[in-house]
């Protein structure tokens, strides 16, 4: 086991330092220029802030002095917001983007579980088709559609009562987090619900359930200690990589409940070409990433007997 | 109710959680909050940095604007009123400004002369690298010092005592009580500055402020507290005991939600948000928000468009208010006439009124014979496909749509349009790498000068490199004429000369539709310095 973990770390690495590499030459290769401003500047205010930034170096030059500083966990100072480090910009946002992606993740997954056993279950018949026209809703509406209707709800939900019964946006208490967190988890929920759905189904077929129900075992417990606990697998596999997309892609739920987290930066980095924040964003979510996918694995190893085997 | 509050009354473990679940609940919102005299508000970005001399973005203007005052600021009605300067005198060759004795920080430290001489001496020095060092030019050695010529020491500002700034001009600056308005001439104290170690203006407590608020509490990209200043001289300005920079967010649908919750004071409003706003009987208001929008013209030699029979045709071929009335739609802009808003002003009223632009004329029969010429003296049967370099905004990509079709219809031209995200289209600009771009240009200053030097040779905003010797002379005399009639037909003469050249072609001029909660009175949006203004407001419930 610690082979294993030791082997995937080192891959992990490799991954990072590749995401890094790439992610830098692909930054200088975008057509054009994070110094340029509305109002223009004379060239000695202009090589004042190459100089500041380490711009007028090679770009091969500059390359090695960024890997330098990554390894020493330095990214460097935001092009945009001249006084903050990136390391102090992710400190501060990526944890609300955080919890708000453990938030939506965990409702995406148990709501994931529990409507794809359901249409499993109840296969072909009335909750079956109305789940997945829902499910079908989740997947193809965008976002920012969802997030715009449900702030129009909690609007006309709060001038009904004639109180504040839900914050219309903003950042600070759990009231706060609920529905933005529902509508970041939406989409993946939905796609969890298909993925049960169809690994449920080919579960309830299978020798060792049709064994069971002979044996006499009752139903519930069928349902519990061998459908469920099969099933559920390919949905762990995918939760990983959808904790990772869910926390960095809160862009435009961040913009219309203005929570300050990390998505924003992630986005508006490329924008403004704020070639520190871009680099420090996508390490950090790469190696965020990689982490999960490898986190993943191991607790596969738990659940599943036979991947520790292996 | 206010000791309701205190930690006097703990409260159980179950209606914490209620409260943390209701927080702030109750049935009109927190837009204005009575009994703390207080109000909530939105702002537009997260400002990057509060350093008054680096700034260049409107959210953090508005912010400064609130949290410092200059030597001169603006009233309710967007005319120039004393501020730290108690009195001022502009000279041929200079000016001077005796600052008011109870100016003072917000540590109770009275606000000298030798503030703004450090802050000034600041902006022009090379190592700040301030974008806005271009805007004290007029100051003697300015230019010298900012190349790296001359030392910061030699610039034409000097602190004669704690209450007396001297000004040296490097040429007659009639306009300068109104250049002094501008953020970046804002005052900043050396001992605090040095304090800071290179973080000034990074977070609350990395300034110390002299305007009607300071800011007691910065969360990034999130919120922001500005208290009253208990320090600040002035019984006119910040009536308010506390404004809460609540949200943060650019998105127009939110901030109305926002509003229609009660939970901000004000909100703008577009186009297809009006029939609603209407429906609740909400009073609209319109304000010009002060930049003009053209198509601007690549005049570097070898382009198509550096062809002034060219450019009359394109010019003859399109009208700005069918741009505006029949494509964009939006009920607040207004079809732009001249390179000078409707809003500029002249010698004793509009300068529009004074100087009426050139009028013009959709001509199609005039168009397609300028667009001949053009062949004959450029020596081709086609001409090759123009590109049309655009942001990617929802209303520059309408408007270049609308131009791709309509010089299609009316000439025949291919146009191709390169939509660009900002920072891509100001690379694409400043290198010339196109034949129109779709810009516009925001005043930083309250004179016809602020547009009126857009197309001097010398200037590098000119990305389009329009380049003539009548210009500049017009632009000269405009710059250092002392006699304002004068200035002004040189405004005058600069409108005509745009026209007749097609230096460029005038789109628009932004204007926003806004709501504003009709309990809070004085609030100001504005076409020049900061978009929306507290400093004059105050909560005025009588009328409820």
Redesign the interface.
Known sequence: MMWFIGKRLVQGLITVWFIATATFFAMHNVPGDPLLNDRATTAIIRANLEAKYGLDKPVTTQYFIYLNNIAHGDFGISFAQENREVNDIIREHFPVSAILGILAVVIAAVGGILWGSLTALYRNRLPDYIIMFLVILGISVPSFVIAALSQLGIVTINSLLGRTFLPVAGWGTISHMLVPALVLGLTTMAYLTRLMRSSMLEIVNSDFVRTAKSKGVPPARIFARHQLRNAVLPVITVLGPSIAAITTGGFVVEIVFAIPGLGRFFVEAVQQLDYTVIMGTTVFYGAFLVFMVILVDVIYGFIDPRVRMN | MRCMRSSAYPCSSTSCLWL????????T?QAIDVEDNAVTI?LRA?P??L?QG?S?DASSFVVLAHAFEGLIAYDEEARLTPGVAERWEIREDGATFWLREDAKWSDGVPVTAYDFEFAWRRVVD??T??????IFYSIKNAEAV???VLPKEMLGVRAVSDRQLEVEFEQPTPYFDKLVAFITFLPVREDFYNSTN?????DAD?MIYNGPYMITDW?????MVWKKNPYYWSDKRGFLDEIRV??????T??KL??F??G?IVETELLSPMLPGAMAERWQIDRIMDGTVFFFEFNHRPGRVTDNLNFRKALMYAHESSELVYKALKEASYLPAVSLFPAWIQGVNGPFREEYPPPEHHMDLEKARHHLELAKQELGVDEFPPIVMLSGDTPVSLVASAYYQELFRKRLGLEIRIDA?????R???M?SGDFDIVLAGWGPDYDDALTFGDFFASW???N?GRYNSPEMDSYIRTAQSSLDPKERMDAFGNIQQLVYDDVAMLPMYERGWSFVVDPRLKGFRRRSVGPEVDYNYAYIDVSSD
């Open positions: 943390l679940l209701n927080s702030g609940s109750n049935s919102g939105t997260e990057p940095q350093d680096r260049t090379p190592a690298a301030s974008q806005y060092a271009f900012n190349t790296g290179g973080r000034y203006g990074a990395e969360v990034h990209s999130a919120s609540a949200y943060i967010t650019s998105d649908n939110a939600n926002l229609k919750d939970q660009q995200i900002f920072k891509q100001l690379a694409k400043t200037n590098l905003n990305r």
